[in-house]
């Protein structure tokens, strides 16, 4: 492909002194080998500063599937619940949920859950994309299931499950589903672009992801360095199932993002991803943070290091959300957010007062949040640094 050919146009807007953001959005359009494309959003101290597009058949209202960055919304209403005292993060999660107890995973706690050490990041026998859709279904089949190590004794990356595993403890606690809070007390009072349960209605505006194309690079890397078959990763990322999960098909299908699975079934544009992280931590349109400072400081803080047993990362978590300032050095302390395979990324720098969100159409390889997260990262740090906020 030509240069001629690789010119792109940005639509949108950005606030004085965020002209950098800009110019680094269009310059890591203009690297993409493959088909560029995307939406960047970011809030400053609750104020929408920048709001950018580009790439044929996207548009700033555009909704694509932002895989696990959903995990950032279902934990919000976790988060939310622990701050009106109707879960306690101390508690096991058989006491809210019993037959959660079976095979050894009585004594499991509750933040020990949604940090990842359940060990329960599958199903004996695989799951079906209509099995993993619906997370009532999920729970059940999840329940009486084996963990795969001992609970609380390291954790590991439940891809596709944590979600069904935390909302069935939010169910148990208080009759409704994350899915129902989530619309109630975030989504709906913001007005927000992201959907766990995309409506019929707005279906002519979600984005379908497109496979990624990888680079020779990546293509030598892959055969020279394969996935484990028989490995966690595999079975965490449904690879061992008969036949093995497509998670482009598996966001594509209108089953998961109307159910809105909680694992990754959300669909999101960028302002709704910064939108969601804003509400969480600033005053937006008159309303208070929805994060007092106590949980906030409970969702920016990590109690277990080490190494993840399934993807061999150093990437810890929080209450159900990834320390951000792990991949993102650039961010203050206590950031938290939650990226998506197709190379979304989304999160809150309390320090900086930032929210930031980000999309792509094409997934992006080898997987997880998109290289080009760590470049719009700093441009966004570097100009909220050199921006004055008046008192």
């Keep these: 492909m030509s240069d001629e050919d690789r010119t792109i146009t940005v639509h949108g807007t950005v606030a004085a002194g965020f002209e950098g953001v800009r110019e680094e959005f269009a310059a890591v359009l203009a690297e993409d080998h493959t088909e560029p494309g995307g939406q960047l959003a970011v809030h400053h101290h609750g104020r929408r500063v920048v709001d950018l597009w580009a790439g044929e058949g996207i548009a700033g209202d555009s909704l694509p599937a932002v895989f696990s ?6 934990h919000l209403v976790l988060a939310l619940l622990v701050q009106d005292g109707v879960l306690d993060l101390d508690r096991t999660v058989a006491s809210y949920w019993p037959e959660f107890a ?10 020990e859950l949604v940090s990842h050490r359940s060990g329960v990041v599958w199903a004996d026998g695989g799951l079906g994309v209509a099995e993993l859709a619906d997370d009532r279904i999920l729970a059940e089949r999840l329940a009486g299931q084996r963990p795969f190590w001992e609970p609380g004794t390291a954790y590991g990356y439940h891809a596709l499950v944590i979600g069904a595993l935390t909302g069935e403890v939010v169910r148990r606690a208080t009759g409704r589903s994350i899915q129902e809070l989530f619309e109630e007390r975030v989504r709906a009072p913001y007005g927000l672009d992201f959907h766990l349960g995309l409506p019929e209605a707005l279906e002519p505006r979600y984005v379908a992801i497109r496979p990624g194309v990888p680079t020779p690079e990546q293509a030598a890397e892959a055969e020279a360095n394969p996935v484990d078959p028989e490995g966690l990763m595999a079975l965490a990322f449904g690879w061992t199932s008969d036949p093995p999960l497509d998670l482009v098909e598996f966001a594509n299908t209108r089953a998961v ?31 208070a943070p929805l994060l007092k400072p106590d949980m906030l400081a ?13 993807t061999g990362e150093p990437n810890p978590f929080t209450v159900g959300f990834e320390a951000s300032q792990v991949p993102y050095p650039c961010l203050g302390e206590g950031a938290f957010g939650h990226a998506g395979a197709a190379g979304s990324q989304a999160f809150a720098d309390p ?40 008192a």
């Design 351 to 390: 320090v900086h007062g930032v929210a930031y969100g980000y999309t792509r159409r094409r997934f992006a390889l080898p997987g997880g949040p998109a290289p080009e997260n760590e470049r719009l990262a700093a441009a966004v740090i570097r100009a909220a640094d050199g921006v004055r906020v008046d």
């Design 257 to 287: 993002r109307a159910l809105g699975q909680a694992s990754a079934g959300g669909v999101a544009s960028a302002r709704g991803l910064a939108g969601m992280y804003a509400a969480a931590i600033s005053e937006v349109d008159g309303r």
């Design 102 to 111: 079976a095979e050894g995973k009585g004594g499991l706690t509750l933040h």
């Design 69 to 74: 960055s959903t995990k950032g919304a279902a």
């Design 298 to 310: 409970e969702v920016g803080r990590v109690r277990w290091t080490g190494t993840d047993v399934v």
